[in-house]
């Protein structure tokens, strides 16, 4: 449930293993060679299987758990030749719902690894989510240490103690426990007092000897150093603590327990830091707060049904049959990101800045007209990032400099911090949407990001629960949306794309995410005539297991991903009659490929095998901004060529 996107391993029934890389060791010997003997913290096994697919029917993969385990010998073997004192294995598989077979497997392996190497100490990796109802079997497992996030499920500690006694501990002096008090995937400042209490409470019942303070999980999530932001406002930045002060909080909190001598100071600072916090009026708004409080059930719906609105917005836009358009984005050229540093270095003017901008509009316009698409977008050259760019105009978001972390692979991302409450001071997109649409008399789409993803990409505020403050966002993109139809575009598409990531782990608390999520999108686009045609674009496929509540989010239209997966997506639609209008996209944008007309109507054809063609868009399955001119330019000749090759085989001769 983070933004932290992995390469899914994808195995077949034969799938064989063997130890490839010895980057693990050879980083273990780096940091003993500089004196500092470290733990290696490797992907457990289960959680290898399980994060994965399987690529053939007829097996599941934790069946090739026999096949693995080895591979796991042979490393750990590697690492006991080196003398490691403690390996940490991440099973945050635990965190999800296994069934018996899947955890039977997790308990044996476990056993046969640690029988194997019984003067290793064995650390139980798990965050995000707490053990629930596996706590138990796990706990009479052989690990020297087990971790838990107490910052997601603070009430496990609780559970813990009370099974505590009851186990029939495979340790001869009991287990030691990692207690994740400090926050590894957001960047508030710990609250001492608070964690004094648990650490307490723990070290009551388990010993002071067995009670390790920790990150609830990897600082992978935050970025580095706080030190290095100068700009930030000072109040704010006095909240705030990054990976290198987490963990300078280990160490205080250390302190503290052990009664240092500055323990009382480093208290007090804290207190101080946290009081200003709670208090502060930067944070808490009443306008806001009472607009919150103002919204009724109406807010989060439509004036009519999709039926009679696709009737009305036929009528008004007059478009075609499976009309095309695109996801938002043009490439973001070398030189559109020059500008934009330029004018953050001050060495152009606003207005050249604004008018050099303006100028990519036009050209996308007239592109755009002379491709035949249908409805047609501005480009957003204007933006730097789909997230930052709205915070940027929102009141109670806050940026840092060099606060990066890594999304996937070499690819990082700069979250915007949101601390408090949320207010849209004037329109944020009007005017582009305006401009463009004064370029030319097709309907130019606006494009908004929706209150999810907001959510979902930013460093959200943890003083009140994360749907509530989706509903501030979404009564600021509500805002937007009436001031884009009220300057007369009568077509606006809400981007979530992170909605899914914000799944919790376990099924069993998916709905009532979906419920808040899903109706703090419809609070967002709710607040327009029937006329007015709300899109809402969604990336990265396996909607399958959710496809009733994007349903219910009663966009008239949406695009999602699914050209990579060859529209494995669709197979949602066989059994669930999608309502409304639907552009499953027809190429895949992350390649620099440039499909075949004849390959996109292969694809629009198994469309039309599970949806109304009345219903049926022709767009790319993304935003093009990371690709160039010349292959954005063919493929979309290719996409409007296969939608009228299309077109002409439902036309009905006069
Ligand atoms: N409108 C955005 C774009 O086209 C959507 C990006 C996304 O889905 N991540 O770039
Ligand atoms: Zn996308």
Request: glycine share 6%; net charge negative; with cysteine.
């Amino acid at each position: 449930d983070t933004n932290y996107h992995y390469i899914v391993p994808e195995f077949h029934a034969d799938q064989a293993f063997s130890l490839l890389s010895h980057k693990i060791i050879n980083e273990y010997k780096e940091a003993k060679n500089a004196g500092i003997d470290t733990k290696p913290v490797i992907i457990g096994p289960v959680t290898f299987l399980l994060l994965g697919k399987e690529k053939q029917a007829d097996f599941h993969r934790i069946e090739l758990i026999g096949n693995l385990l080895p591979v796991y010998h042979q490393l750990i073997k590697e690492l006991d030749e080196l003398n490691v004192q403690y390996i940490q294995f991440d099973e945050p598989c635990l965190g999800t719902e296994l069934d018996a077979r899947e955890l039977a497997a997790f308990v044996a392996a476990y056993q046969e690894l640690k029988k194997a190497f019984p003067h290793i100490r064995f650390i139980l990796g798990n965050y995000f989510e707490c053990y629930g109802q596996h706590l138990r079997t796990i706990l009479e497992l052989p690990f020297d240490i087990f971790h838990l996030d107490l910052v997601r499920c603070p009430a496990q500690l609780d559970d813990l103690i009370e099974l505590y006694p009851a186990i029939n501990w495979a340790q001869a002096k009991g287990p030691k426990f990692s207690l994740g008090v400090i926050d590894g995937r957001n960047i508030w400042k710990n609250n001492y007092e608070q964690s004094l209490i648990i650490l307490q409470k723990a070290v009551a019942c388990f010993g002071i000897d067995n009670v390790l303070i920790a990150a609830s999980c990897s600082l992978l999530h935050v970025p580095c150093d706080l030190d290095s932001e100068h700009k930030l406002d000072p109040d704010i930045k006095k909240w705030l603590s990054f990976a290198r002060q987490k963990i300078s909080e280990l160490g205080a909190l250390s302190a503290i327990m052990s009664g240092a001598p500055n323990a009382g100071k480093l208290l007090t600072e804290n207190q101080l830091a946290i009081q200003s916090r709670g208090g502060s009026e930067k944070i808490h708004k009443s306008a806001v707060k009472a607009a919150v409080a103002a919204i009724t059930p109406a807010y989060a719906s439509r004036l009519s049904a999709f039926a009679i609105r696709q009737k009305k917005q036929q009528q008004h836009l007059n478009l075609p049959l499976f009309p095309t358009t695109t996801i938002g984005s043009f490439p973001q050229t070398t030189d559109v990101r020059q500008l934009r540093a330029q004018l953050k270095k001050g060495t152009i003017s606003e207005e050249a800045y604004t008018q050099a901008i303006q100028e990519a509009t036009i050209q996308a316009i007239r592109l755009q007209e002379e491709l035949d698409i249908d409805v047609l977008v501005h480009g957003e050259f204007e933006r730097n990032d789909m997230v930052e760019y709205f915070g940027e105009q929102l009141e109670g978001y806050a940026f840092s400099a060099f606060g990066w972390v890594q999304s996937y692979g070499t690819r990082c991302v700069k979250p915007p911090i949101l601390f408090g409450d949320i207010e849209r001071k004037q329109p944020m997109t009007v005017a582009w949407s305006k401009f463009a649409q004064q370029q030319t008399t097709r309907r130019v789409k606006g494009m908004l990001t929706g209150p999810i993803t907001m959510l979902q990409w930013s460093f959200v505020r943890d003083d009140q629960p994360r749907s509530h403050t989706a509903l501030q966002l979404a009564l600021a993109i509500r805002g937007e949306v009436m001031d884009l139809e009220a300057a007369g575009i009568s077509i606006i598409q809400i981007d979530e794309p992170a909605i899914r990531e914000g799944l919790p782990l376990r099924k069993e608390n998916w709905a009532a995410y979906l419920k808040w999520a899903v109706g703090a999108f419809k609070i967002s686009a709710s607040g327009v005539r029937d006329e007015t045609q709300i899109h809402t674009h969604m990336c990265y496929s396996e909607f399958n297991d959710i496809i009733e509540h994007i349903a219910a989010m009663d966009a008239d239209v949406i695009t999602i991903e699914t050209s990579r997966s060859q529209m494995e997506l669709l197979d949602a639609f066989v059994q669930f009659n999608y309502p409304s209008g639907i552009g499953p996209g027809v190429y895949d944008i992350h390649s620099p490929r440039v499909p075949s007309v004849e390959e996109i109507e292969t694809l629009l054809d198994k469309a039309l095998l599970v949806l109304p063609a009345t219903n049926l868009w022709v767009n790319p399955d993304c935003g093009l901004k990371t690709r160039n001119w010349p292959e954005t330019r063919e493929a979309l000749e290719h996409m409007v060529q296969a939608a009228k090759a299309l077109r002409a085989k439902f036309e009905v001769p006069a």
